[in-house]
């Protein structure tokens, strides 16, 4: 049975940083992309950033490319995402998922395994 946990969510003032980290189980971590999603009150799940297999190619959003930094360790199951300059815009619940293979994709549809997320709270 693959499980994600996510955690590291939190309060945290305009311009600050958090790091949200998803640990996963039940399922050969290096061999999948990985993504994270947000998904902010009355609003659709979005796409934030992702990464293929080995870490060797990444890819993120507009609005968040050169703010926040997505990045995994296989030995440790985990995956990381690093936040800085948080706006309140960012607020929301972050989403980790698993691809159904190697490499990652924008669309949740492409994801068969998630997290139970983990809040994001940015107040200005």
């Known amino acids: 049975q693959v499980q994600l946990v996510e955690s590291g969510g939190g309060l945290v003032q305009a311009g600050g940083s958090l790091s949200v980290s998803c640990v996963a189980s039940?399922?050969?971590?290096?061999?999948?992309?990985m993504g994270w999603f947000r998904q902010a009150p009355g609003k659709e799940r979005e796409f934030v950033a992702a990464?293929?297999?080995?870490?060797?190619?990444?890819l993120h959003t507009r609005s968040v490319k050169g703010r926040f930094a997505i990045s995994r360790d296989n030995a440790k199951n985990t995956v990381y995402l690093q936040m800085n300059r948080l706006q309140p815009e960012d607020t929301a619940v972050y989403y980790c998922?698993?691809?159904?293979?190697?490499?990652?994709?924008?669309?949740?549809?492409?994801?068969?395994?998630w997290g139970q997320g983990t809040q994001v709270t940015v107040s200005s």
């Open positions: 990464i293929n297999y080995n870490g060797g190619s990444t």
């Open positions: 998922a698993t691809s159904r293979g190697t490499w990652y994709s924008q669309e949740p549809r492409d994801y068969d395994y």
């Open positions: 039940g399922r050969t971590f290096s061999r999948f992309g």
